[in-house]
């Protein structure tokens, strides 16, 4: 038995050893002697105060494996590559795993070698992981986003609930619960659902005292990102909603001479994301244009920026990304661009992409349909499919579309591939069968054998280019080939550049009518709520923005910031002669437009400076060169 005084030496030794630091940050000290003491644990800390390092540096203390519990696949995967990058042994378990590669995760975990397994919760009722878990010896279970498992939380999952029946089968394993995003009511139900035992509880302020918060009502988007960007010679992200906005607002920002930025998107290959997102952590001045698929696991401190080009669906998404600025502690910046048009837009977006019971009933029933799929049967195949085809049958929105496979996705009722990743393909028959072949296949079989190794053993990704290369034919032509040998069942082949889906659970029209229509409907009740309470924060003028939010989480008496939009424009009366002199200060070194010293000023509101502008041209200190451009007298 580790003594106590051991315990300390090993976790500075062990902080410095894979994390680099000296000192841990506030709180993670206490909350990893909660768990090494074998405490129940609820976490609630805000993004960027290092909840990860509270599960992960106590299971290399704790013999045994850390059950880490995660409701996303890419948010696992983020997480497993950074760990392994650390040279921490860490794995994922996910439907994409065939069973070769699971069992390999298994045996390391039953040896003690693998510190961290992370699973989603629909795993926690599979017979085969509940079977291995029983030789697995568990050090504790760390339950990452934890607010899922409340139905008033911003992403409820049912399958949360399988948490507390897996913890009634292993009573004396401690349970840490983690979240950054929590109200009381949701908190108070986190505690319940997982049966917590006298919980530890840390619970951080969400007050952020290095970020001014900043919404403006914009018309030219395009033009007020490029006139922050211009004087920002520093770190930061721009969030946009669509793949295309992160595409063109890039191209229009290069066009005008910013050459620090680029996009980032869901629709990038691995390889590609990888590369953009090492550029944008290795420096001190890039910008990525991004939508909401960057942001998890990010481990960069010195962003100085965010920028919401439109609103965020509700206060939780918005909170946790402007989170990712000033995790240094330094002074940083959230601005939040919007229109009233834009806002009206996205009331009708949403309605639009709910669609009612006989729709979303007809969605699945095609889905099941193209692909032949009986009443209870479960493929084992995984199906390409084109989500244009289901449109042009169901005659209904991509996006009530999009919204009903991605409630299926969340749900583990199917696994759904929309990104562009590697290829992968296994051979289905046994090698000395080949050569009873037609001549053709067989000669194009024995090619792939000699280019892509692995292949009769187990699923082996690979790119289709790379193996044009080798063997002197076109990428186009090597996938018809791939086709036509799938068709005849001689090989299993994923074309990773489309959209794939992975039955997970057996067809049940009764359920689909029944409980899963009510939860979908549930959670698009909730998204609506959740986007009004966003509307009131981005349109209110009267309040301050942080203290909005801080009350949200149920910090009832919080202060004013003194330094966001709102306080800004309060403070005016009192600070307007210094505003004066600072412009006339910065009009000294060159004529400047009103978006220029805006920025420059610290990002005061155009509106204040305007007031004062108004001011300096009335008593003759400044005039107009022309109706932009402001200059001294």
């Not at 969400?206 to 001014?212: G, P």
């Not at 952590?281 to 960057?294: E, G, M, P």
């Not at 749900?411 to 591939?417: F, V």
């Not at 307007?576 to 009009?587: A, D, E, F, R």
């Given at each position: 038995m580790i003594s106590q005084q051991d315990y300390q030496k090993l976790k500075y030794e062990t902080l410095k050893y894979f994390w680099g630091y000296n000192q841990f940050r506030d709180s993670q000290e206490e909350i990893i002697d909660?768990?090494?003491?074998?405490?129940?644990?609820?976490?609630?800390?805000?993004?960027?105060?290092?909840?990860?390092?509270?599960?992960?540096?106590?299971?290399?203390?704790?013999?045994?494996?850390?059950?880490?519990?995660?409701?996303?696949?890419?948010?696992?995967?983020?997480?497993?590559?950074?760990?392994?990058?650390?040279?921490?042994?860490?794995?994922?378990?996910?439907?994409e795993l065939d069973e070769y590669d699971a069992e390999t995760i298994y045996g390391r975990c039953k040896e003690g070698l693998t510190k961290l397994l992370y699973v989603s919760p629909e795993r926690l009722t599979n017979k085969h992981f509940l079977q291995n878990i029983e030789e697995i010896q568990l050090s504790f279970i760390a339950v990452d986003e934890a607010h899922c498992i409340s139905e008033w939380g911003q992403d409820f999952r049912p399958s949360y609930q399988n948490i507390k029946n897996?913890?009634?089968?292993?009573?004396?394993?401690?349970?840490?619960?983690?979240?950054?995003?929590?109200?009381?009511?949701?908190?108070?139900?986190?505690?319940?659902?997982?049966?917590?035992?006298?919980?530890?509880?840390?619970?951080?302020?969400?007050?952020?005292?290095?970020?001014?918060?900043?919404?403006?009502?914009?018309?030219?988007?395009?033009?007020?990102i490029f006139d922050i960007l211009k004087w920002a010679n520093e770190s930061g992200i721009v969030y946009v909603r669509t793949r295309k906005e992160a595409e063109l607002l890039t191209e229009f920002l290069h066009k005008n001479q910013l050459k620090n930025v680029d996009f980032f998107h869901a629709g990038l290959t691995t390889k590609e994301?990888?590369?953009?997102?090492?550029?944008?952590?290795?420096?001190?001045?890039?910008?990525?244009?991004?939508?909401?698929?960057?942001?998890?696991?990010?481990?960069?401190?010195?962003?100085?920026?965010?920028?919401?080009?439109?609103?965020?669906?509700?206060?939780?998404?918005?909170?946790?990304e402007i989170g990712r600025s000033g995790r240094d502690g330094q002074k940083s910046f959230a601005f939040l661009l919007w229109d009233k048009q834009e806002m009206a837009n996205f009331d009708q977006i949403l309605k639009?992409?709910?669609?009612?019971?006989?729709?979303?009933?007809?969605?699945?029933?095609?889905?099941?349909?193209?692909?032949?799929?009986?009443?209870?049967?479960?493929?084992?195949?995984?199906?390409?499919?084109?989500?244009?085809?289901?449109?042009?049958?169901?005659?209904?929105?991509?996006?009530?579309?999009?919204?009903?496979?991605?409630?299926?996705?969340?749900?583990?009722?199917?696994?759904?591939?929309?990104?562009?990743s590697l290829s992968s393909l296994q051979l289905l028959m046994e090698a000395e069968d080949i050569h009873q072949l037609p001549k053709k296949d067989a000669y194009f079989i024995e090619l792939l054998l000699r280019t892509l190794s692995g292949i009769t053993t187990h699923k082996t990704m690979f790119s289709e280019l790379q193996v044009s290369k080798k063997i002197g034919a076109s990428p186009h032509l090597i996938k018809e080939r791939l086709k036509d040998l799938q068709e005849k069942n001689y090989i299993e082949y994923i074309d990773g550049s489309l959209s794939s889906v992975k039955f997970l659970k057996p067809r049940d029209?009764?359920?689909?009518?029944?409980?899963?229509?009510?939860?979908?409907?549930?959670?698009?009740?909730?998204?609506?709520?959740?986007w009004e309470e966003m509307k009131f924060y981005i349109e209110n003028t009267q309040y301050c923005k942080m203290k909005l939010i801080l009350s949200y989480f149920g910090e009832k008496k919080s202060k004013n910031c003194g330094k966001c939009s709102v306080?800004?424009?309060?403070?005016?009366?009192?600070?307007?002669?210094?505003?004066?002199?600072?412009?006339?200060?910065?009009?000294?070194?060159?004529?400047?437009?009103?978006?220029?010293?805006?920025?420059?000023?610290?990002?005061?509101?155009?509106?204040?400076?305007?007031?004062?502008?108004?001011?300096?041209?009335?008593?003759?200190?400044?005039?107009?060169?022309?109706?932009?451009?402001?200059?001294?007298?």
């Open positions: 909660s768990i090494l003491n074998e405490n129940d644990t609820l976490v609630l800390l805000p993004t960027g105060a290092g909840k990860s390092l509270c599960y992960q540096l106590p299971s290399l203390l704790k013999e045994g494996t850390c059950l880490v519990i995660s409701p996303l696949l890419a948010l696992m995967k983020d997480q497993v590559s950074q760990l392994k990058y650390r040279g921490i042994e860490a794995e994922y378990l996910s439907s897996f913890r009634k089968n292993n009573p004396k394993v401690p349970c840490l619960a983690l979240t950054a995003t929590a109200t009381p009511k949701v908190l108070e139900e986190i505690k319940n659902k997982l049966e917590l035992k006298n919980p530890t509880t840390f619970q951080k302020s969400f007050k952020r005292d290095n970020i001014r918060i900043f919404t403006e009502e914009v018309s030219d988007k395009f033009q007020r994301k990888n590369a953009k997102q090492h550029i944008w952590s290795q420096s001190n001045s890039h910008v990525l244009i991004s939508t909401n698929a960057f942001g998890m696991g990010i481990d960069k401190d010195n962003v100085r920026f965010v920028i919401h080009y439109s609103p965020s669906p509700s206060i939780e998404n918005y909170y946790q639009n992409q709910i669609p009612n019971k006989a729709e979303f009933i007809k969605i699945i029933t095609y889905l099941y349909s193209i692909f032949q799929v009986a009443e209870y049967e479960l493929p084992e195949k995984v199906f390409q499919f084109n989500i244009n085809g289901i449109k042009k049958f169901t005659n209904l929105s991509i996006s009530k579309i999009q919204n009903t496979l991605n409630f299926l996705h969340n749900q583990e009722i199917i696994y759904l591939n929309n990104n562009k029209e009764r359920a689909l009518h029944g409980f899963y229509w009510k939860l979908f409907e549930h959670i698009q009740k909730n998204k609506i709520q959740k306080c800004e424009k309060s403070k005016q009366s009192i600070f307007g002669k210094n505003i004066s002199t600072q412009i006339i200060n910065l009009l000294t070194t060159k004529p400047s437009t009103i978006e220029e010293l805006s920025i420059q000023l610290n990002y005061y509101s155009k509106e204040n400076i305007l007031e004062h502008l108004i001011f300096l041209l009335d008593s003759g200190k400044i005039k107009m060169l022309n109706f932009r451009t402001y200059a001294l007298a």
